[in-house]
């Protein structure tokens, strides 16, 4: 049977992966939502204009808003469907993404409620990547003492109950 570990983070894997890909198709087509995408590209127009900057490197509202939503979609697509390390990945750079969105959102003064989504996935990711990075906790009859290079079995003394004297 699965621990609780591997199943918290299995689950919260598929639910953040099936989340970014719905986001991320959003900022790429208007086929699922026509309202969310125009209102997307409303969005990252605004970013833009707020950082000058990204104007004089050449990235335009579309490049911006396109190449996050590939990010977006590919990093889903790992944390659903592909094991082992590539999630850990996928969970960090979904996590920076968040980050930059969240700046983006402060620098144009938007209200709470047109960003929380994104403060709660990235509290969501924090926690996905501390569990998983977590080592596994091994049954205390699996234990072992590494004395001198040898391994040897962790011998477990309970402590005697409250109230009694353990005598030898």
Same mark, same amino acid.
């Given at each position: 049977?699965?621990?609780? #570990?591997?199943?918290?983070?299995?689950?919260?894997?598929?639910?953040?992966? /099936? !989340? !970014?890909?719905?986001?991320?198709?959003?900022? /790429?087509?208007? #086929?699922?939502?026509?309202?969310? &995408?125009? $209102?997307?590209?409303?969005? &990252?127009?605004? &970013?833009? #204009?707020?950082?000058?900057?990204?104007?004089?490197?050449?990235?335009?509202?579309?490049?911006?808003?396109?190449?996050?939503?590939?990010?977006?979609?590919?990093?889903?697509?790992?944390?659903?469907?592909?094991?082992?390390?590539?999630?850990?990945?996928?969970? !960090?750079?979904?996590?920076?993404?968040?980050?930059?969105?969240?700046?983006?959102?402060? /620098?144009?003064?938007?209200?709470?409620?047109? &960003?929380?989504?994104?403060?709660? !996935?990235?509290?969501?990711?924090?926690?996905?990547?501390?569990?998983? #990075?977590?080592?596994?906790?091994?049954?205390?009859?699996?234990?072992?003492?590494?004395?001198?290079?040898? $391994?040897?079995? /962790?011998?477990?003394? $309970?402590?005697?109950?409250?109230?009694?004297?353990?005598?030898?």
């Amino acid at each position: 049977m699965a621990s609780p #570990r591997t199943i918290t983070i299995v689950a919260l894997s598929v639910a953040l992966g /099936l !989340f !970014f890909v719905f986001m991320g198709t959003i900022k /790429l087509t208007p #086929r699922l939502s026509r309202d969310a &995408y125009n $209102e997307m590209k409303r969005a &990252y127009k605004s &970013y833009v #204009r707020a950082l000058p900057m990204l104007k004089k490197m050449g990235v335009s509202s579309i490049l911006l808003r396109k190449s996050i939503g590939a990010l977006e979609v590919a990093c889903g697509i790992v944390m659903t469907l592909v094991p082992g390390r590539p999630k850990d990945v996928a969970n !960090f750079l979904l996590l920076l993404l968040v980050l930059a969105v969240l700046f983006f959102h402060q /620098l144009v003064g938007d209200p709470l409620k047109r &960003y929380a989504h994104a403060l709660v !996935f990235g509290i969501l990711l924090t926690c996905r990547l501390l569990i998983a #990075r977590q080592p596994e906790e091994l049954p205390p009859d699996k234990r072992m003492l590494s004395v001198n290079g040898d $391994e040897q079995p /962790l011998i477990h003394e $309970e402590a005697p109950e409250k109230g009694k004297v353990k005598v030898s």
